[in-house]
């Protein structure tokens, strides 16, 4: 099941697992960090989502495009990202 969400997430995966295989710097609370930085956007999409369609006003879905992306992307690279992809979302190396 991981190597299938693998390859169909590979284009996110493969902006931050390319490059060098040496020279980063990872902990593994960095994983953890990142998967709360994920809840924390999704969170705030679903609540900017909750506005918009309780307002009725359409332009609350530029901000729930945008903390829904960044939630997904750290979703992505949280669980299915290698030490090094969450390392370079970190800017570790």
Not at 58 to 63: A, C, K, S, T, V
């Amino acid at each position: 099941m991981k190597t299938l969400m693998r390859k169909i997430c590979s284009p996110i995966l493969d902006l931050f697992e390319g490059g060098d295989d040496h020279g980063f710097v990872y902990r593994p609370s960095y994983r953890k960090i990142l998967v709360a930085v994920a809840i924390l956007f999704l969170i705030l999409a679903s609540g900017s989502l909750a506005m918009t369609l309780s307002s009725g006003l359409m332009g609350g879905l530029i901000p729930t495009l945008f903390f829904g992306g960044a939630g997904l992307v750290c979703v992505i690279v949280a669980w299915l990202g290698s030490d090094q992809a969450v390392a370079r979302i970190w800017k570790n190396r």
